[in-house]
């Protein structure tokens, strides 16, 4: 029972580090989409208020980190680096290649958050659940903001897509775990 009961924290604490990880991710990929698009762009308005969205799951997974004691991630200031540079460089090629980044980044989350939505029926963490579903839905409505604006019609579309949800997957896995 013991062994249950430390093995579903070590759970839990992976779905912490990991999530808050993700949210940071996501913030420095608005920062840099920003910086190069600009307030003027078409999309900017959209992208601010993901940008908003994004903040605030970081800002409840920060304090989760704190209440719950949960080692973060030793990785941050790569992802730092790297959300920034993804950002920054799909904002290069264009507004729609920015939003083709969210796409691809909102349909690997929707799928982790997902397997995690799953994993916590059998736990008993309801403010972890409840944060999840909402930031969740949330994230599905970036997907749809993206698409909507043109996200698939990015040249080279599914070869960006599976390049950036591939990055996805592997800061997933590495980030539960360092």
């Known amino acids: 029972m013991a062994e249950q009961l430390g093995k579903a924290k070590a ?3 992976s779905m912490i580090r990991v999530n808050q990880a993700g949210e940071y991710g996501a913030a420095q990929i608005y920062k840099g989409q920003l910086a190069v698009m600009g307030d003027d762009a078409p999309d900017s308005g959209a992208i601010h208020h993901m940008a908003e969205q994004e903040q605030r ?26 959300g920034y540079a993804l950002g920054a460089g799909t904002a290069m090629m264009g507004p729609r290649a920015a939003m083709a980044c969210t796409a691809a980044v909102e349909t690997e ?12 029926e059998s736990e008993n963490d309801p403010e972890l659940s409840e944060k999840i579903a909402q930031f969740r839905e949330e994230e599905l409505e970036h997907k749809q903001t993206a698409i909507e604006s043109g ?26 775990r360092i």
């Open 109 to 120: 989350i929707d799928l982790h958050y997902q397997e995690q939505l799953e994993q916590l």
């Open 11 to 13: 759970d839990i604490a």
């Open 151 to 176: 996200a698939e019609d990015t040249p080279g579309y599914p070869v960006l897509s599976g390049a950036i949800r591939l990055g996805c997957k592997l800061a997933i896995g590495l980030s539960k």
């Open 57 to 82: 799951h970081l800002d409840a997974f920060d304090q989760m980190i704190v209440d719950r004691h949960v080692r973060p991630t030793i990785l941050q200031p790569f992802w730092k680096a790297a």
